[in-house]
C-alpha cells in the first residue's frame, strides 16, 4: 500500500513542538464510536494504532503535538469570532462546517498552499458538489472516518434471502438491477404477520425498516440532486419530475405497504424497534448507517451490507447519503496564523492516512472484523466511492425538515407540496449563495 501513491512533496519542517489542536466530535455509544483524529497511546486496536502511527510520524515530521479535543463545536466557533487562535483545525460535521462557511469562520481551502484537491486521499465530491462561486470551505478526506460511517446503506439478513430461495442483491448490485422496486419485491416476499393476530406491530416480520432519515438516504440513494450547479458554480433549486414521481412512489410504499417498517410510528423507540427486528431475524433489509457495522458485529445472525437502491436500472451508478450531524470533515479557522504550515499538515494527514488509518478502517476492521464476506467488502468499496454532497441540503433546513414530514404524514400530493415551497428554498440558497460572494 506504501507504494500504491507517491507521498506529496513536503519537505520536513520545525514548528517548536507546539500543539496543533483541533475539536473534535464527541464519542458516544450510538453515532460517534471512536475518535478518528487522535489516541493516546497503542492498545492492540487496528483503527487505533493506525491513528496512532499517523500521528507519530506527523508529529516527528514536523515538531508538534497533535491535540484532538472532543467538545462542543460552538467552542471552536466562540474562539474564531472572538479572534482566539487557540484552535489550528476542526472536524465539524458536513452541515456544521457549511455553516461556519457562510458565517465567515473558515479558509477558503483552495486558497490554501500544498492542498492537492485532485490525490486520492481527498473525497473528490466533496469539493467539487461542496462548492459555491469555486469556494470550497470544507474538505473531506482519508483521515474523515466519520465521514465513511455515516453513509446511509442497507443491511440485509443472508438467511432470509437463502431461506426463501431470492435472488442475491449482491448479484443485483453488480449487474446495474439494484432498485426500488426490485427491492420492495424481495420484502414483500418474506413480509408476515407472524403472530396472526391480524395487525403489524413491532412482532411481526418484514421486508424493510426505515425511520424519517429514509427520506434522505432513499432519496440520494434515487439519483436526487436539489441543487445543480452552473459553469459559474453558482447552484440553483431544481426539483424534478423524474424525482417527483419516485418521491411520490416511496411516500405511498411507506405508508400503504405492509412489509415496510416505519419507525416514526413506534414513537420513542423509533431506532430500536428496528435494529431489534433485524438482530432477531425478523427484517429483511435495515436502513442505518454504516457506523452499525460496529454494533452489530456480535450477532450471530449471517447479514450482509449494500448501497442505497436506484431508482431504477436507467440509472447511472449508485449515490450514498453522507448523514449531515454525524459525518465529519476537516476545516481551518479564520484566524490560522501560518496557511503554509496548516496546509503542509492537513495534506499530509490526509495521505498518511490513506496509507496508514484508512486500510486500517476498511480493509482490517469493517471488511474483515465486522462483515461476514467478501461481497460486503466489495460493496463497502462501492458505497465509499459513491458518496456524494448537496448544496441545497447543506444550507436549506426546510427542504430537509419537508422531505421528512412529507414520508411520515403521507403526504399524497408531493407535486403540489414542493411546488408551492419552491420559491422559498431558492430564496434561501440564493441568500447563502451571496454571503459566499461577499466574502473575500
Known amino acids: 500500500?506504501?507504494?500504491?501513491?507517491?507521498?506529496?512533496?513536503?519537505?520536513?519542517?520545525?514548528?517548536?513542538?507546539?500543539?496543533?489542536?483541533?475539536?473534535?466530535?464527541?464519542?458516544d455509544t450510538q453515532n460517534v464510536l471512536?475518535?478518528?483524529?487522535?489516541?493516546?497511546?497503542?492498545?492492540?486496536?487496528?483503527?487505533?494504532?493506525?491513528?496512532?502511527?499517523?500521528?507519530?510520524?506527523?508529529?516527528?515530521?514536523?515538531?508538534?503535538?497533535?491535540h484532538a479535543v472532543e467538545q462542543d463545536f460552538r467552542v471552536f466557533s466562540s474562539a474564531v469570532r472572538a479572534g482566539d487562535d487557540a484552535y489550528q483545525f476542526s472536524t465539524p460535521s458536513v452541515i456544521t462546517a457549511f455553516n461556519w462557511a457562510v458565517d465567515g469562520l473558515t479558509l477558503n481551502l483552495t486558497e490554501i498552499p500544498h492542498l492537492q484537491f485532485d490525490m486520492p486521499w481527498w473525497n473528490q465530491n466533496a469539493i467539487t458538489e461542496g462548492s459555491i462561486l469555486n469556494k470550497s470551505y470544507f474538505a473531506v478526506g482519508a483521515m474523515n472516518l466519520l465521514a465513511y460511517e455515516a453513509t446511509g446503506v442497507l443491511f440485509f439478513n443472508k438467511e432470509l434471502i437463502k431461506a426463501y430461495d431470492l435472488?442475491?442483491?449482491?448479484?443485483?448490485?453488480?449487474?446495474?438491477?439494484?432498485?426500488?422496486?426490485?427491492?420492495?419485491?424481495?420484502?414483500?416476499?418474506?413480509?408476515?404477520?407472524?403472530?396472526g393476530d391480524g395487525d403489524y406491530d413491532e412482532n411481526d416480520r418484514y421486508g424493510i425498516a426505515l425511520n424519517s432519515y429514509g427520506a434522505l438516504t432513499f432519496s440520494y440513494g434515487a439519483g436526487a440532486n436539489f441543487a445543480p450547479k452552473n459553469e459559474q458554480d453558482?447552484?440553483?433549486?431544481?426539483?424534478?419530475?423524474?424525482?417527483?414521481?419516485f418521491f411520490q412512489k416511496f411516500v405511498s410504499t411507506v405508508s400503504e405497504d405492509t412489509s415496510v417498517m416505519y419507525g416514526e410510528r413506534f414513537g420513542d423507540q423509533r431506532v430500536t424497534v428496528m435494529q431489534s427486528a433485524f438482530e432477531e431475524g425478523r427484517l429483511l433489509f435495515y436502513n442505518e448507517m454504516l457506523n452499525r457495522t460496529t454494533i452489530l458485529r456480535n450477532l450471530d445472525l449471517d447479514y450482509g451490507i449494500l448501497p442505497m437502491p436506484k431508482a431504477d436500472e436507467f440509472q447511472n451508478g449508485y449515490q450514498v447519503f453522507t448523514h449531515q450531524g454525524n459525518s465529519s470533515t476537516m476545516v481551518l479557522p479564520v484566524t490560522s496564523a501560518d496557511y503554509d504550515r496548516d496546509g503542509r499538515i492537513m495534506e499530509d494527514m490526509a495521505y498518511y492516512s490513506l496509507i496508514n488509518v484508512r486500510p486500517a478502517y476498511v480493509d482490517t476492521a469493517i471488511k474483515t472484523k465486522y462483515l461476514r464476506d467478501e461481497s460486503s467488502a466489495q460493496m463497502v468499496d462501492i458505497i465509499i466511492d459513491s458518496m456524494h454532497f448537496d448544496i441545497s441540503l447543506l444550507s436549506n433546513l426546510a427542504l430537509v425538515n419537508d422531505l421528512r414530514s412529507y414520508l411520515t404524514n403521507g403526504n399524497e400530493n408531493i407535486a403540489s407540496a414542493f411546488a408551492s415551497k419552491a420559491a422559498q428554498y431558492e430564496k434561501a440558497l440564493q441568500k447563502t449563495v451571496e454571503k459566499i460572494a461577499e466574502r473575500e
Open 1 to 27: 500500500m506504501e507504494n500504491a501513491y507517491p507521498a506529496p512533496e513536503l519537505e520536513a519542517m520545525n514548528y517548536g513542538g507546539i500543539d496543533y489542536t483541533g475539536i473534535v466530535q464527541k464519542t
Open 34 to 66: 471512536f475518535c478518528e483524529i487522535d489516541t493516546e497511546s497503542m492498545n492492540g486496536d487496528t483503527v487505533n494504532d493506525a491513528i496512532f502511527l499517523r500521528n507519530s510520524i506527523l508529529e516527528e515530521k514536523y515538531n508538534i503535538h497533535i
Open 167 to 195: 435472488k442475491s442483491p449482491y448479484d443485483m448490485v453488480l449487474d446495474g438491477t439494484w432498485t426500488f422496486d426490485n427491492m420492495m419485491t424481495l420484502g414483500r416476499s418474506i413480509a408476515g404477520d407472524v403472530d
Open 234 to 245: 453558482i447552484p440553483s433549486v431544481i426539483i424534478t419530475e423524474n424525482f417527483i414521481t
